[in-house]
């Protein structure tokens, strides 16, 4: 027989539904749970931004970076005459040592490599640096064909002469060159090598290799 003290599951019910109006409404119960949903992404984004951060700074000690050096070890003017429009065609041959000095870094140079030389703010020549590997602390020689057409040649030929005539003439090698980063077996991110370098060289002599007389090169990255 039931106990009459003990209370019904219906009842027991029946007792708990009339707190429910105590409750708060249901619209600001809603937006509360809207704030924690809110608070929970934003907590999430930040605990993954933090773990992003760590693992760039653990991959950073450990693969320690550095960005590709390049040196000019060779100039070669092939051409350089006025066309019949008068304009500047150059063909310079160019030696670059690329350097890749990091010893667990490999760099794939990707489409889209460029070297050019300029004389102050004219380009007069480019050519393409060809895609390839380059491992760990490895050494490579490069040779690129340059060649360019300058609309305003007879100027810049003029420019060039006085400028051999008072001793040396001061042009800039830039290379631009979009590389895909690899650590371990992993190929990640594309950034662009940036190098700069500025030479004076003695005579525009064609078919003969033209001392350089002095070179500095700058590096940099862009992402
Ligand atoms: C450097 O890399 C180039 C291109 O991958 C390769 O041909 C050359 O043998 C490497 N040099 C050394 C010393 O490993």
């Not at 020549?125 to 360019?148: E, M, S």
């Not at 895909?180 to 064609?206: E, N, P, W, Y």
Request: aromatic content about 6%; glycine content about 6%.
């Amino acid at each position: 027989m039931a106990d009459p003290n003990k209370i019904h599951p219906t009842e027991r019910v029946a007792e708990v539904l009339p707190i429910l109006p105590k409750q708060p409404p249901s619209r600001s119960r809603s937006s509360s749970c809207c704030c924690r949903f809110i608070c929970a992404t934003i907590g999430i984004l930040l605990f993954l931004l933090i773990v992003v951060a760590a693992a760039a700074g653990v991959l950073y000690l450990v693969f320690k970076p550095k960005i590709p050096q390049y040196s000019v070890d060779s100039l070669q003017i092939s051409d350089l005459r006025l066309n019949l429009d008068m304009s500047l065609y150059a063909r310079f041959d160019v030696k670059v040592t690329a350097t890749n000095p990091n010893e667990h870094v490999g760099i794939h140079y990707e489409k889209g490599g460029q070297i050019s030389v300029w004389y102050q703010k004219d380009m007069l020549c480019a050519g393409k640096i060809p895609t390839f590997y380059q491992g760990h602390r490895n050494v490579t020689k490069l040779d690129v064909v340059l060649t360019g057409d300058h609309e305003s040649g007879s100027t810049i030929l003029t420019a060039l002469q006085q400028q051999q005539q008072s001793g040396g003439i001061p042009l800039n090698l830039k290379v631009s060159a979009p590389v895909a980063i690899q650590l371990g077996g992993f190929k990640t991110m594309k950034v662009k090598v940036r190098g700069d370098c500025s030479l004076v060289v003695d005579s525009l002599s064609t078919n003969s290799l033209v001392s350089i007389q002095s070179s500095s090169c700058r590096f940099g990255l862009k992402l």
